[in-house]
């Protein structure tokens, strides 16, 4: 899509992406090329997951699937 992807680092050395992904409060999306946290996000966003957080409580999402972010959060549907 010719974005720009940023990372936002704490103070502490905290990445500020992970925090809202372990959060639930945010949804990993890998684009054509890997980046550099793709592994890191992916298993946070799957610890948020099943610990039933933010996006992912019940019943944001009731099933936890791609299918269904896609109905909850329509503008992460990509696009042909």
Same mark, same amino acid.
């Given at each position: 899509y010719g974005? !720009?992807?940023g990372y936002v680092h !704490?103070?502490?050395?905290r990445n500020f992406n992970q925090?809202?992904?372990e959060e639930g409060l945010a949804h990993e999306e890998q684009y054509a090329h890997r980046y550099?946290?793709?592994d890191a996000f992916k298993a946070t966003e799957a610890r948020a997951i099943a610990a039933k957080k933010g996006? $992912?409580?019940d019943p944001a999402c009731a099933e936890e699937s791609r299918i269904t972010v896609h109905k909850v959060?329509? $503008?992460l549907q990509k696009k042909s």
């Open positions: 974005r !720009l992807l !704490l103070q502490d050395g925090l809202m992904l550099k946290y793709v996006i $992912w409580k959060l329509p $503008w």
